[in-house]
């Protein structure tokens, strides 16, 4: 590609320098600029961002495409400066295989028992647990998009019984399909594995809370409901996990997103027994296969065909 218009490379908390220059190497020609140098801003067209400052994307009159570096758009859609511009999520196979290799290693972790062992080590007990077949258990999975589905259809390959609730219902082979309010708690009451992979949004904020994990099945083999959170920490209310931990709703979590991260070292979480703690490593963005995802959107773009996985924002995802 040796014109067009220039992108502007945006990212908090990574390495910035890093992704403007492989973009400059992979689109050679371009003006590549990197915020907060607005001294070009008219010859901006395309922006790629990770969590940029509130405000700075409305710094380029003449923006035609935001790209996300990564699948969540929570803090985009909370700047009330965005530009009414075509904001695109990151869909990638380098997203969503290290997403399922996640939610697959969090649900043999609590199915296996090893919290349980690793105790029993440390106390030098021998010890064995009843371990239950996959099938007997139910794993729900709350947001069956992109990475819902791969990691669905991977547990669904281990034998586990799992089931998926989203928006809209799906068809897919294997999998339980649930949707909308009418559905939850009946999704909820056959789910032994809780996995979150929602986005933050209005309707899903809180929606993790002691109400839902008081509906999830207590009586499976597992002796009591797992919850996993991959999707965003805004979904869930931390002090109820807590209080469901300690009530007997929830046996067990594995946390990888918090409601303000990093989790703040004053939280019971970190120590809890039961609680497995990650921080926000889930699926990291591949920075040569990110770019290559938005080069190709924007040669489609720029040949007029249409952009692939653009947000709704009246939905917020
Ligand atoms: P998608 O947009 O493909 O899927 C979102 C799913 O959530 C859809 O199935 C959608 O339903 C469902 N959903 C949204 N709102 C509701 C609601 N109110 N009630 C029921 N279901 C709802 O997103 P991805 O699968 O690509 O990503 C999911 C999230 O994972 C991202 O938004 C991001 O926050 C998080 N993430 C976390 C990472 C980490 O490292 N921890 C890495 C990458 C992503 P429907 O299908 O009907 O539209
Ligand atoms: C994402 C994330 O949204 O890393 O991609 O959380």
New binding site residues.
Partial sequence: MASGGGLVVMVRDWDQPAWARHFAKCLPGRKIAEWPDISSADAIAYAAVWRPDPGALAEYPNLKVIFNL?????HLLDDPTLPDVPLV?L?DDS?TAP?SE?VVFQVLLHFRRHLAYSEFQRQKRWKPLRQPRAGEVGVGI???????VDAAKKLAGLGFDVA?????P?TIEGIASF??DAQFVDFLQRTDILVS?????P??KGLADRSLFARLRRDGPLGGAIYIN???GATQNETDILTALDAGELAGASI??FETEPLDANSALWHHPRVVITP?????TDRDAAALAIIAQIVNFEAGRPLAHVVDPA???
């Fill in positions: 990564g699948a969540g758009v929570d999520r869909v997203l997403m996640y709350m947001g069956l998009g992109t990475l819902g998926g609730w989203s928006r809209s799906k949707a909308g992979l929602l986005p933050a949004t309707k899903t991959a999707g965003r990888d997103v926000h490593v889930a699926a990291d939905q917020g995802y």
